[in-house]
Every structure is written in C-alpha cells, then in structure tokens.
C-alpha cells in the first residue's frame, strides 16, 4: 500500500511538472503538439511582431500620405475627388477588416491569415511602386514629380487602382489577425505572461503610431518634394523586411484552432430559441440546460463560458426537451437547430452585450478623426514659420504621436506600479471601461482646448485684419496642448479597446473582437463626414456664415469644438451607464467582475 501511494505521489508529481512545462489554455506549436512554455511564445516573439506591425504601418501610411498629391499631379483628378478617393480607398481598408476576421476566427486562423494577407499586402506595395514608377517616367518630365505630367492612359489608370486596393485588402485583413495573434503569444492565466499580455496591447498601438510618425515626417517630405516613386519603394521594403520577420518567428509562435463559421452557431441559438418560444418553461438555474461533458466549449475546442441571466430568452435554445434527446447509440443531440449549448448561447450574449459599449466608443472616434481635418484646417490660418523654418499644419500631428509613445511608458512603468502600491490588489491598474472612460473625458478636454485656441486666433485675425496685415499672428504651437491631449485619450481609449473586446470575445471570436476596435474608427470617421455635413448645413442656411466655412476667419469653428466637447461628455454618461450594467464573462470557472466602473 506504501509503495502503490508512493508511485501515485511520483505520478502527481511528475504530472503537475508537466502541466507547469507546458501551456494550460490549449495553444499549440506549429506542428500541432502542445506548446511548451519556454520554447513558444512570451517576448522572444512578441518583440518581432511589434517589430513587424511598426514596419506595415510605415508602409500603409507612406502611402496615404501620397495618394492626394499624387492623384492630383499624375492622375489630374481635382482636390476634392482626389480627397473623396482616398476616404473610400480609407474606408475600404477599414472594411476589409472584418473580412479578416471572418477568415481568421471561421477557416484559417490567426497565422495563416497573418502570412496571406501580408503577402497580398506586399505584391499590391511592389504593382504600386512599378506602376507609380512606369506612370512618372513615360508621363511626366525628368526629375520633375510636381508637374508637367501628361493624363495617363484608361489601362495604366486601372492598373494603379487594383494596386492600391490590394494594398488595403492586404492591410486591412492583416490586422484583427496580427492583434489577436501577438495576444495568443502569452498565456492569461499565467501570473507572469498574464501581465504582459496586458503590455502587449499598448505597445502594440506604440509601435502603430512609431511607424505613422516616420511615415508622417520622412515620407511625407519625400512626397512634398514630388519623389513619389521613392516613397512607395520605401514603404514597399517596409513592408517586405515586415513579411521576413513575421516568417522568422515560425518555429516559436503559438497557435490555437479556428472555432468554424460562428454565423451559423448564431443562427442555430436564434432559430433554436425561436422554436421554443412558447413550448418550455424557463428554469431559474442554468445548471439545467444542456452543455456538452468535458472542457472544449461549444467552438472547436475553445473554453466553455459559463451561464448568465442576461438575454434569458435566448437560454430556450439549450432546454431539453423529449424531442432533443438523442438516439440510445448516440451521445449529443441529434438536431443543433433545435438545442445549443450553453457556451453556444452565452457567445451570442457576449455580442449584445457589446454593442452598447461599442457604440459608445464611435462619438470618441469622431472628436479623434478632427486632429486630421479641421486641427490642420485651423493650423494652416495660424502663424507657421519658426525664423526661416515652415512647419506644415499637418506634421503638428507629430505631437500626438509622441504624446501616444510617453503616455503608454508613463502608464505601464509609473501609473499601474502606484495603483498596484495604492489598492495592493489589481496588478493591471485600472479595469479596460474605466480607461475608456477617462479616454472619453480627456478627448472632450482637447475639443474645449482646440475651441479656446481657435477664439483666440478669431480674436488675433480680427485685430491683424484691422491692422492690414492680413493673416494671424498667433503661433502654431498653441495647438500642441489639444494634439497632446488626443494622443493621451488615445492611450486610454483605444488601447484599452483592443483589450476589452479581445479579451471579452467567445474564444471563437477573438479577431471579431480586434475588428471591432478598428470598426469603431471606420465608424467615427463617417459619422463625422455626416456630422459635419449637418453643421454646415443648419448653421450656414441663406446669407448665414456656418461654422465651418471656406474662410475661417468669418466662420466659427470655436462652436463646432464646443458642440463636440458637448456631445463627448453626453457620451461619457451613457457610455458610464452602459459600463455599470456590463456583465463579464466568465470563461470555464474562472470569476468576473460585474459593475466595474
């Protein structure tokens, strides 16, 4: 008896070192065995993603820094269809996400996806480059990229346009994919790579905006200059050197299993729920209803979620009935139109319960989109010239950028140590929601600046004007307060987005939920077009002069900031109401937290 506990002792021994060896969240290395922690995943790999999402943002944005000059100069299209283009073309990549994550969470899974569409990204990037390059050297004059270009031809027109949109079908579908799978190189429920999943996420959006501000500086010069075939090379090697390192990574990466067509499990909880809408009786515990024996969930193999009484209508699609009860030869349910499981069930809650946070976020988005439409409008009315040195209103957006790249070190190095001294409980600071929150108040913050600035630039053109001179002379650099109070909301906003909805997606949905954060700006950005369109429209009806109008300096885009900073903080209560009644989810047992903010 002795020996049989010693042995059994031995067994237990050897099993809990085996399940400290490897990875306890169902990751897999690239050959499909269980992924041992030392050898997969962590930073040894993280580093190159961050390295790698640097590199393809330089790349995406040196080319949107081109494309209205460019268009314009060799393409001949006028400013405002050049402008209209790149929107869509924006938009477009912005779209292109979701197909991304479609992809990633139902067939192909995080790393594929990642490989395919950066490969679709690359070719678009080298069809841009040889094009752009054809176009200038048959069309334009020697050494000239400003001007003097001849129209090109219907082909070589079509030819530019497939490249460009195949940048952003390789851009824009990258990216969910390359968030979520840069979060499964850590696991959550290890104490250590539990944090620094947690860090992931704001280095992540750093190494986004490091790569906008190079784009942003140098590109930007390049373009300034007519050298449009270099910048596109430049960005194109980006891109490339990008590709080679994410291949680097292969041996070490972690992977989990895509969790099938989750339009389907969602139809089937609908169509299920629907067909027992007047035939069951509700139990009052969820321990009735019906969920599959073991520790795979409902999505290939992805963690069970556990019941919650929100959305009770929709847990009729996992009651037992006499007719769901399968044949004696076999154990599941025969018909999965007519009973789900639970974890199939709470996956649709987890949605609705998201959307309200989410369209919270979209007002956040449209005061964001201003620092690239009317802060440049309101910069290029204002005294630009440091001696003999111009600053152009659109590179003030450097301030913002490294507002970002400070904020997210002054956060994860200073502010999350002296909350974790202060509260001796929460090691990751403040919860995703109440971040977003003070996201939202700093944002309506910049809007109140950028509205005192532009009063008193009003103030400084009317007495130039009186004067004779003709234009204001107040500084540029009273702008920087608003561009750094924006990078700062982004920190708090938009990082903690791709935490909350990465985190709080089913498992079968985790580039969905990467998706949604780079929803949330496609969205503010169409809903500030329409925004601003309503304003120009009511404010300036008949001989009225709107807020926004051609001439700044007879308009009052002093209310439009007001009317933002009003509509931020109408959204900051709402977004707080709906943040009180948000339920976690609670993944396999593990305990959430409810009325966190």
Request: glycine share 8%; net charge neutral.
């Amino acid at each position: 008896m002795a020996e049989s506990a010693m042995i059994e002792e031995v067994q237990e021994i050897h099993e809990s070192n085996m399940n400290e060896m490897y990875t306890s969240d169902g990751s897999v290395d690239w050959k499909g065995q269980r992924a041992v922690k030392g050898k997969s995943g962590g930073w040894s790999v993280g580093i190159l993603l961050l390295a790698n999402q640097g590199l393809a943002t330089l790349a995406f944005f040196g080319v949107g820094v081109n494309l209205v000059m460019f268009m314009t100069k060799v393409l001949h299209l006028d400013n405002a269809e050049a402008a209209n283009h790149v929107s869509t073309w924006t938009g477009t990549t912005y779209m292109f996400s979701l197909l991304g994550a479609f992809v990633s969470d139902s067939y192909w899974g995080r790393y594929k996806t990642c490989a395919v569409f950066q490969i679709v990204f690359v070719i678009g990037l080298v069809e841009l480059s040889l094009s752009s390059y054809l176009l200038l050297l048959k069309h334009c004059v020697p050494g000239d990229g400003t001007a003097n270009c001849e129209p090109p031809t219907d082909l070589e027109i079509i030819v530019f346009y497939l490249s460009i949109y195949q940048i952003a079908l390789g851009c824009g579908a990258y990216q969910p994919a390359i968030t979520t799978f840069g979060a499964d190189q850590f696991e959550e429920d290890d104490r250590e790579e539990g944090g620094s999943k947690v860090a992931f996420f704001s280095y992540f959006y750093m190494a986004n905006n490091l790569g906008t501000l190079v784009s942003n500086t140098l590109l930007a010069y390049l373009e300034d200059k007519g050298k449009w075939v270099i910048s596109f090379s430049i960005s194109t090697g980006a891109a490339f050197i990008a590709l080679v390192l994410f291949f680097t990574g292969t041996p070490r990466f972690r992977h989990f299993k895509p969790g099938g067509n989750p339009l389907t499990r969602f139809c089937q909880v609908i169509v299920a729920a629907l067909k027992k809408w007047k035939r069951v009786t509700m139990s009052l515990r969820g321990e009735d209803l019906h969920e599959v024996d073991g520790k795979p969930g409902a999505n290939n193999g992805g963690r069970k979620i556990l019941h919650t009484p929100d959305f009770k209508f929709l847990d009729r699609a996992a009651v037992v009935t006499l007719e769901d009860l399968p044949p004696q030869d076999q154990q599941h349910p025969k018909n999965k139109w007519r009973l789900c499981t639970v974890t199939q069930v709470e996956e649709v809650k987890c949605i609705l319960r998201l959307i309200p946070i989410w369209l919270c976020t979209i007002i956040y988005s449209v005061t964001y989109t201003q620092r690239a439409s009317v802060f440049v409008e309101q910069g290029a009315t204002m005294k630009n010239s440091l001696s003999e040195f111009r600053i152009p209103p659109a590179s003030m957006s450097i301030f913002e950028i490294l507002s970002v790249t400070v904020f997210v070190l002054l956060y994860r190095l200073y502010i999350i140590p002296l909350l974790s001294r202060l509260w001796k409980s929460n090691h990751k600071g403040l919860t995703e929601l109440q971040r977003m929150g003070i996201g939202i108040v700093i944002s309506a913050m910049a809007m109140v600046s950028a509205g005192v600035v532009e009063l008193q630039r009003l103030k400084y053109s009317k007495n130039d004007h009186e004067a004779s001179k003709g234009s204001s002379s107040l500084s540029i650099s009273w702008q920087i307060p608003q561009y750094v109070m924006v990078g700062a909301s982004e920190v708090f906003m938009y990082v903690a987005q791709m935490e909350f909805f990465n985190n709080q997606a089913p498992d079968g949905l985790k580039s969905f939920g990467s998706a949604l954060y780079v929803a949330s700006m496609s969205a503010g950005s169409y809903a500030s077009s329409f925004l601003v369109t309503i304003v120009v429209e009511i404010t300036g009806k008949g001989d009225q002069i709107g807020w926004i109008s051609k001439n700044l300096d007879k308009g009052h885009m002093d209310r439009f900031y007001f009317l933002l900073a009003a509509l931020a903080t109408i959204d900051l209560f709402v977004f707080m109401a709906c943040a009180k009644r948000y339920r976690w989810t609670l993944f396999d047992g593990k305990l959430g937290v409810v009325n966190d903010v």
